[in-house]
């Protein structure tokens, strides 16, 4: 009888991480369609779309305002930190998120190392030209100092496409080799890029680890599903895998 291959040492694993807000939830960032996440209690098409800028971009600016200061306020929380962790331990490492916080990167988690693939709430682009700059907020909103239009919040709105250079960096990863790990945390998985990203990630072998305590539509795929919150399940997720137990 042929015995399984040994699991293979950590540090020769190439690793796909994916999050989404539940990871930022217990450092005290609403999810959006988790209980009392933003989409329970606002319309999104109010206020995460070009069309309700143009409306009225002083009530798109105050709710981007509002959270920008609660993740200024907000700590990483022992996922992000996990993520971190393993990122520093894999071979190859990538990391996807959705998330527009910077709570991975203020975990340690260097900048080349994450793609915003929803973009960055801290950066402020010009709804017009290509201006765009990493600031603090005033009262008024802002114009661009090259072309005078109104400036926006860098992310990414219902209806608007991704940003290729972003995307490039992602399918680079995920065609150039299968991934012995991808991990999928903290996401409803309800876009098809996510999902599609996920499972080409992993290839024939790959494993692909879920943590989320509800089940998603990409649960189905999963070859293990930790249903716990981020914060519990990753830190010791992460310490099996540097102490070479198989997970
Ligand atoms: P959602 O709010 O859709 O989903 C959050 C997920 O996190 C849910 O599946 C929860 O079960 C799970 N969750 C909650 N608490 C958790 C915890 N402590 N640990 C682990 N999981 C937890 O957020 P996303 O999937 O990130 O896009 O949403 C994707 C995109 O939809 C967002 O980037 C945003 C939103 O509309 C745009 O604005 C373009």
């Known amino acids: 009888m042929?015995?399984?291959?040994?699991?293979?040492?950590?540090?020769?694993?190439?690793?796909?991480?994916?999050?989404?807000?539940?990871?930022?939830?217990?450092?005290?960032?609403?999810?959006?369609?988790?209980?009392?996440?933003?989409?329970?209690?606002?319309?999104?098409?109010k206020l995460a779309t070009p069309e309700a800028f143009a409306h009225d971009p002083n009530l798109v600016w105050d709710w981007y305002r509002e959270r920008r200061q609660r993740i200024r306020t907000a700590q990483p929380n022992p996922a992000h930190r996990a993520i971190a962790n393993l990122a520093e331990r894999a071979r190859e490492f990538l990391l996807v998120t959705q998330n527009v916080d910077d709570l991975h990167r203020r975990a340690g988690l260097p900048s080349e190392k994450i793609v915003q693939i929803h973009g960055d709430i801290f950066i402020t682009h010009c709804s017009r030209c290509d201006f765009k700059r990493h600031e603090h907020d005033d009262d008024s909103l802002p114009k661009c100092p090259e072309c005078g239009a109104l400036m926006r919040p860098g992310v990414v709105w219902f209806g608007e496409q991704l940003d290729l250079a972003?995307?490039?960096?992602?399918?680079?990863?995920?065609?150039?080799?299968?991934?012995?790990?991808?991990?999928?945390?903290?996401t409803t998985a309800l876009?098809?890029?996510?999902?599609?990203?996920?499972?080409?990630?992993?290839?024939?072998?790959?494993?692909?680890?879920?943590?989320?305590?509800?089940?998603?539509?990409?649960?189905?795929?999963?070859?293990k599903s930790f249903r716990e919150p981020a914060g519990v399940a990753l830190p010791r997720l992460v310490h099996e895998l540097l102490s070479n137990v198989s997970a």
């Open 2 to 45: 042929t015995q399984a291959p040994p699991p293979r040492a950590f540090s020769k694993m190439r690793v796909l991480v994916i999050t989404g807000a539940g990871v930022s939830a217990e450092s005290g960032i609403p999810t959006f369609r988790g209980k009392d996440g933003y989409w329970r209690n606002f319309d999104p098409t």
């Open 191 to 223: 876009f098809g890029y996510i999902t599609d990203w996920a499972l080409r990630a992993r290839g024939r072998t790959g494993q692909l680890i879920e943590v989320n305590p509800e089940e998603t539509s990409l649960s189905q795929f999963a070859t």
């Open 166 to 186: 972003k995307i490039s960096i992602v399918e680079n990863f995920v065609t150039a080799d299968d991934c012995d790990l991808v991990i999928v945390a903290g």
